[in-house]
């Protein structure tokens, strides 16, 4: 129903409104709003715009929700000093990428589409059987098996 305003450090302010739902927020300098505040009767919500969010734990950090979703517009790590890595689904894991490496050393890109149509050709040369001249080396297959009634 009513607002309460306060001037803070460096030209930001806190603003308190309360109403249908209970808001703090605060605002940068500009009017931007910075960090966002909302106590509704389903909880709290919580939005933070800020040039940088580092948050530090001495023993863990956890986050349980429905729906995690992580969206950036450059590089994203997941990095591991010491111990592993796990991703556990329920369900199918979906990785995509324009290439996916596991354990391998980044091959150098080709400069051209022709570039690449040469080196597969190269690795497609280089399979072929030397005893047969132009087949392809196959591995040994099981005999056929034999039909117990004759």
């Known amino acids: 129903m009513g607002a309460t305003k306060l001037a803070l450090a460096y030209g930001r302010s806190l603003e308190l409104r309360s109403g249908d739902a209970d808001t703090l927020q605060v605002r940068s300098a500009t009017g931007e709003v910075e960090v ?3 106590i509704t009767p389903d909880g709290p919500s919580v939005r933070l715009r800020a040039v940088d969010i580092e948050v530090e734990a001495a023993r863990a950090i956890r986050m349980r929700c429905e729906t995690f979703d992580l969206q950036t517009s450059g590089d994203a ?3 591991a000093a010491h111990g592993g890595v796990t991703i556990h689904a329920c369900d199918d894991v979906d990785l995509r990428g324009e290439r996916v490496l596991l354990n391998a050393d980044v091959p150098p890109m080709p400069a051209t589409w022709e570039a690449f149509e040469e ?3 190269r690795r ?3 399979s072929i ?3 047969r001249p132009g087949t392809v080396e196959r591995e040994a297959s099981a ?3 034999v039909d117990s009634d004759g």
């Open 124 to 126: 497609a040369a280089a």
């Open 143 to 145: 005999p056929d098996s």
């Open 36 to 38: 966002t505040i909302v």
């Open 129 to 131: 059987s030397p005893n």
């Open 119 to 121: 080196s597969c050709a």
């Open 77 to 79: 790590r997941i990095a």
